[in-house]
């Protein structure tokens, strides 16, 4: 039997599997109006793009704009979470655009972790959960219990 090291990986994203900073959706008109800043160019340093966090700049920096396709942006716990979308305001206009906190599963030995950030290969990882931007804590522990139950 193989075992492998498994990482959990946080990622907002809508039904189809796109991220708020990819989507074309109301959210980019949403954020922007309410001043929450879309990582592209010129980040604040609590949200940096991939090339601007020290720990993945030298890994996606050095990556074609095709590879980087491949590479889907998350979180590596619910705290950097809420530490990215820090407000409720900015959870909730998340929730209300249809985008959920999507809980995966990766191959550790796949996953690029930053300061702020993770990157992993969402075609090789398995969402296990999906839960509210908004009331994400009620709905982790509900998860987290269960799981340990079916467990013991």
Known sequence: MILYDLTRVWRVENTDGIGPYRATTKIREDFESSGFHIPLTGNPPERPHPTDDKKLRHFFGNLSRKQQSFWSCGFDN?????????????????????????SYVAETCHVKFGDKQIL??????????????????????????RANRQHS
């Open 78 to 102: 619910v705290q950097q979470y809420k530490a990215w979308f820090d407000t409720e305001d900015v959870r909730g206009m998340l929730a209300a655009d249809g985008f959920k906190l999507n």
């Open 120 to 145: 992993f290969p969402k075609a090789h990882a398995t969402m296990t959960a999906s839960h509210d931007c908004v009331d994400v804590w009620g709905k982790v522990l509900q998860h987290n219990i």
